[in-house]
T-cell receptor
């Protein structure tokens, strides 16, 4: 399976500011995804990060709030913009590889607290 | 739209015993995949086991096995010889195999406590 790292692992931010989360994979992967996990809740897909084109967002998530970049096959960023306390969550990056495309592997997550 | 339901918010089991976590799902698709993920307090999501819908044989990975009942749309996880390290939140997840989006739909999760 791919080795996935995320930076930062955690952060505490002030409302109204923005935070960019990085996801780095040790090998080229087919698909990259960003999930949100609110406290004590399940995971919800924010968007699929497409290499070389705009991300595909799920219902309830918009590009202005969660801009995503994916400049190559091993790296993606998620920005949480104009943060409010409701954005306090764990944000997880996941990937699938071409070999077993129906298996997703997750990064360690970024715990965000907004004050 | 597909949905995944885990009706047991919390469960506990004694070390070395067996426990079964329940999961039901709803879909009109015939080609799909089902997964169980484990999330320990470290919050790292770990893939425990996967099942292809077209396979009748239940998947098994060491102490972990599933009971896949396609007609009933049920996908339970059995953990045998429970260990303290099995303490975690367990998520059941569904992936549509026809759409190729790779999108996972998760259940609400079951918190499992293994007691010494």
């Amino acid at each position: 399976s791919a080795v996935i790292s995320q930076k930062p692992s955690r952060d505490i931010c002030q409302r109204g500011t923005s935070l960019t989360i990085q996801c780095q994979v040790d090998s080229q992967v087919t698909m990259m995804f960003w999930y949100r996990q609110q406290p004590g809740q399940s995971l919800t897909l924010i968007a699929t990060a497409n290499q070389g084109s705009e991300a595909t967002y799920e219902s309830g998530f918009v590009i202005d709030k969660f801009p995503i970049s994916r400049p190559n096959l091993t790296f993606s960023t998620l920005t949480v913009s104009n943060m409010s306390p409701e954005d306090s969550s764990i944000y997880l990056c996941s990937v699938t590889s071409g070999v077993r495309y129906n298996e997703q592997f997750f990064g360690p997550g970024t715990r965000l607290t907004v004050l | 739209a597909q949905t995944v339901t885990q009706s047991q918010p919390e469960m506990s089991v004694q070390e070395a015993e067996t426990v079964t976590l329940s999961c039901t799902y709803d879909t009109s698709e015939n080609n799909y995949y089902l997964f169980w993920y484990k999330q320990p307090p470290s919050r790292q999501m770990i893939l425990v086991i996967r099942q292809e819908a077209y396979k009748q044989q239940n998947a098994t990975e060491n102490r972990f096995s599933v009971n896949f009942q396609k007609a009933a749309k049920s996908f339970s996880l059995k953990i045998s010889d429970s260990q303290l390290g099995d303490t975690a939140m367990y998520f059941c997840a569904f992936m549509n195999g026809s759409s190729n989006t790779g999108k996972l739909i998760f259940g609400q999760g079951t918190t499992l406590q293994v007691k010494p």
